[in-house]
């Protein structure tokens, strides 16, 4: 795969774990790259810059404080970190996630990451991984066809079928017509972005592993090489 172009008049969606932040067993503990919050400081006075995670965007707050817009939640939260947010999650998803949060079996080793009107369930500090999922796979079943079950970094989550980050990614890109989106996310839930936005944007995997971006980065430091090229006057026409 090539090196991701640098295009001249960039709307950059940054995921946040495994893309600005190396993965922590903590994920209150996730810091991001240390130069990570100058650089975005720098890059949204030339450019807008959206963070597009699973994290509830309060999170944000603490581990990145730089007055982002943002889609939380896969796309169920929207709002600025630091600034006023909301939760678009229908009804009818809200009452089913409750039920489904409150069958979770007790599994040993398994962590719930609650996160308001959705959940997340960790297993990266279990001892033994498929033991846990063995363990989930009857309330996994009791799922319903509305949700889909998203297996990510040694993570489950449920969200709904028709929203993700890739119709929230589309929706904002609509508003910015003249810009070129540069989409840059490593996990499961990033895909549905890179499908979204195949047609115009620029779109980089980070890591390992099939997936529908055009261009890939090694890690998160190549993130912080690749966007820092902005922040330099583009080199002359030969
Ligand atoms: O969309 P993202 O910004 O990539 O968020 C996806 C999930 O990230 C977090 O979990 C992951 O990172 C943790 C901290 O490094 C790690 O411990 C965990 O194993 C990873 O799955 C976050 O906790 C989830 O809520 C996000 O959905």
Known sequence: MAYPPRVEKPLFFLDYDGTLAPFAPDPKRARPLPEVPALLEALRRHHPVWIVTGR???????????????????GLQRGQIGGPRE?????????????????IPHVPGLWIEDKGPTFA????????????????????AQVPDTL??????????????????????????AQWPDRT?????????????FRAL??????????????AARYRLPDESAVVAYLRQYLTSPPAPA
């Not at 939760?87 to 069958?103: Q, T």
């Not at 970094?153 to 980050?165: A, C, G, N």
């Open 148 to 173: 889909e079950v998203i297996r990510g970094k040694k993570v489950i989550e449920l969200r709904p079928r028709d929203v993700h980050k890739g119709t929230a990614v589309r929706a904002v890109a």
């Open 87 to 103: 939760f678009v999650v229908p009804e009818v998803v809200r009452r089913e996630l409750a039920r489904l949060r409150a069958a």
């Open 198 to 211: 195949a047609e115009r944007g620029v779109t980089i995997k980070v890591g390992d592993g099939a997936t």
């Open 121 to 140: 369930l960790h297993y990266r500090q279990a001892p033994d991984e498929s033991a846990v999922l063995r363990a989930l796979e009857p309330w996994l």
């Open 56 to 74: 509830r965007l309060e999170d944000l707050d603490e581990l990145l404080p730089v007055p982002l817009p943002a889609i939380g939640l896969h």
């Open 181 to 193: 989106p540069v989409y840059i996310g490593d996990d499961t839930t990033d895909e549905d972005a």
